[in-house]
Nanobody
């Protein structure tokens, strides 16, 4: 079971960056998948989730519509397009997968889902400076 992120790097404020996550060793179509991030000294927080249908998405409420998640079940990949990046977006970004129902996602909120997902990638660093 493996998730591997790619696409991180250094970007100037106001710039854009696209992250990708590749899944292998399991059937990701049976898992919801999402992007999370953790800045130094802060807790890991959820950014966006896409459900097993590859269409239903959930976003953290504090992103201002700057991030877009997408999923290709055929290619077992998960992408995150990030626009208008700001210094506070600097963090280690993780791809994760798990099994949660819609009611749990809505009750907990995307930002708080990290403890409930079971499969994690090693992360990719995004630095906005």
């Amino acid at each position: 079971v493996q998730l591997v992120e790619s696409g991180g790097g250094l970007v100037q404020p106001g710039g854009s960056l696209s992250l990708s996550c590749s899944a292998s060793g399991f059937a990701p179509i049976t898992y919801l998948m999402g992007w999370f991030r953790q800045a130094p000294g802060k807790e890991r927080e959820g950014i966006a989730i896409v459900d097993t249908d590859g269409v239903t998405t959930y976003y953290a409420v504090n992103l201002g519509g700057r991030f877009t998640i997408s999923r290709d079940n055929a290619k077992t990949t998960l992408d995150l397009q990030m626009n208008s990046l700001q210094s506070e977006d600097t963090a280690l970004y993780y791809c994760a997968a798990g099994r949660l129902g819609k009611s749990s996602i809505e009750r907990l909120g995307v930002q708080n889902l990290a403890p409930f997902l079971s499969v994690w990638g090693p992360g990719t660093q995004v630095t906005v400076s």
